[in-house]
T-cell receptor, first 115, second 117 residues
Framework: ELKVEQNPLFLSMQEGKNYTIYCNYS?????LYWYRQDPGKSLESLFV?????AVKQEGRLMASLDTKARLSTLHITAAVHDLSATYFC???????????????FGKGTKLSVKP | NAGVTQTPKFQVLKTGQSMTLQCAQD?????MYWYRQDPGMGLRLIYY???????DKGEVPNGYNVSRLNKREFSLRLESAAPSQTSVYFC????????????????FGPGTRLTVL
């Protein structure tokens, strides 16, 4: 069974602190995505990681991928309130169904950054 | 570009009623997807269309049908709505389903909030 597990599922942080969200997946994959969802809104693409050791950074967020460990991390540096949202990782497993574009999503990490 | 659009934004149905959720994209994408999002469950794939003229079942297809009307449009139909289908439905599209051709990032529509009483 294909599984994508995120932890933690809930994260309450203080502004200015650092933290990491973890995404483990159970199948071989060559693509991993991070999305952000604000309450009541749609999903917004943050990062696409396509190779082992890939690292992408945007502002206070940095994502990395270790395909051998089947692990991706989303690191938050000096959190600010505007980062409060739910973050999803999604994995594109090889040969999943009839489309290489299909993704399996984790359950999401709800991040709350408090002053 | 509008990206991915969905109609309606909100809908309330009674058990047994039918309805069609509409989705359109203007990015010339080949692949389109329908997901449902339930609290604590993440997103689950209902149906997808890898290219115009093809559709396939995803993880949770029961109770739904789809039509890929043309390259732009992909509709989701509930023939006889049930309370278990109360959810938020997202349509998404990506450039291609072919490995090695692009990043296959999926772009999502604004969602349809459906309540079945």
């Amino acid at each position: 069974e294909l599984k994508v597990e995120q932890n933690p599922l809930f994260l309450s942080m203080q502004e200015g602190k650092n933290y990491t969200i973890y995404c483990n997946y159970s199948t071989t994959s060559d693509r991993l995505y991070w999305y952000r969802q604000d309450p009541g809104k749609s999903l917004e693409s943050l990062f696409v990681l396509l190779s082992n050791g890939a690292v992408k950074q945007e502002g206070r967020l940095m994502a990395s991928l270790d395909t051998k460990a089947r692990l991706s991390t989303l690191h938050i540096t000096a959190a600010v309130h505007d980062l409060s949202a739910t973050y999803f990782c999604a994995v594109g497993p090889l040969n999943y169904g009839g489309s290489q574009g299909n993704l399996i999503f984790g359950k999401g990490t709800k991040l709350s950054v408090k002053p | 570009n509008a990206g991915v659009t969905q109609t309606p934004k909100f809908q309330v149905l009674k058990t047994g009623q039918s309805m069609t959720l509409q989705c359109a994209q203007d990015m010339n994408h080949n692949s389109m997807y329908w997901y449902r999002q339930d609290p604590g469950m993440g997103l689950r794939l209902i149906y997808y269309s890898a290219s115009e003229g093809t559709t396939d079942k995803g993880e949770v297809p029961n109770g739904y049908n789809v039509s890929r009307l043309n390259k732009r449009e992909f509709s989701l139909r509930l023939e006889s709505a049930a309370p278990s289908q109360t959810s938020v439905y997202f349509c998404a599209s990506s450039a291609t389903g072919l490995l090695g051709h692009g990043t296959d990032t999926q772009y999502f529509g604004p969602g349809t909030r459906l309540t079945v009483l």
